[in-house]
T-cell receptor, first 114, second 110 residues
């Protein structure tokens, strides 16, 4: 199956700093990528939809100025958490959709803000 | 009412048992139906993908979709301890991101 990678897999940062998470589709092109957030023992919550070459579409309640998304190519999308706070600590997962509408997920990035 | 309802479990079964996981949904616009498996602290892994009513089989896994009842199922035959994970149903209208069920935690006892 298709492979999606995320980097880093785990990051610890201090409150007030910014963190960038990369999502790459390794063996297919993805015009659409999605960013999800998952708290312990809860399901995935969609944060935003990222389309190559255009602005991301954010879900209600998600601050676009805090969670900056860039989808610069058909294989790369980045999520930058700006001015991170402890409540931003979570598991961030990206997915990439292929031309058959199948979505493949990355392994996730665990963010801990101290 | 949530768009997708899924029993969170946990569901505990002995090794070798047949497991039945289910989701119901309310939005008839959903056209694509998926089942994902997620191990702790890992990203979801696509198990089954279907877009029509009926059954689809892949090894020990069978996905069943009944659009008239808005009901989808995943059956796991000869369950193994390695099947212990959270199983998420996911539905898609084709125009936006997936809508997930809350996930069912499965524990297969050796």
């Amino acid at each position: 199956g298709a492979v999606v990678s995320q980097h880093p897999s785990w990051v610890i940062c201090k409150s007030g700093t910014s963190v960038k998470i990369e999502c790459r589709s390794l063996d297919f092109q993805a015009t659409t990528m999605f960013w999800y957030r998952q708290f312990p023992k809860q399901s995935l919550m969609l944060m935003a939809t990222s389309n190559e070459g255009s602005k991301a579409t954010y879900e209600q309640g998600v601050e676009k100025d805090k969670f900056l998304i860039n989808h610069a190519s058909l294989t790369l999308s980045t999520l930058t958490v700006t001015s991170a706070h402890p409540e931003d600590s979570s598991f961030y997962i990206c997915s990439a959709r292929d031309i058959r509408y199948e979505q493949y997920f990355g392994p996730g990035t665990r963010l801990t803000v101290t | 009412q949530k768009e997708v309802e899924q029993d969170p479990g946990p569901l505990s079964v002995p090794e070798g048992a047949i497991v039945s996981l289910n989701c119901t949904y309310s939005n008839s616009a959903f056209q694509y139906f998926m089942w994902y498996r997620q191990y702790s602290r890992k990203g979801p892994e696509l198990l089954m993908y279907t877009y029509s009513s009926g059954n689809k089989e892949d090894g020990r896994f069978t996905a069943q979709v009944d659009k008239s009842s808005k009901y989808i199922s995943l059956f796991i035959r000869d369950s193994q301890p390695s099947d212990s994970a959270t199983y998420l149903c996911a539905l898609d209208t084709g125009r936006r991101a997936l809508t997930f069920g809350s996930g069912t935690r499965l524990q297969v006892q050796p």
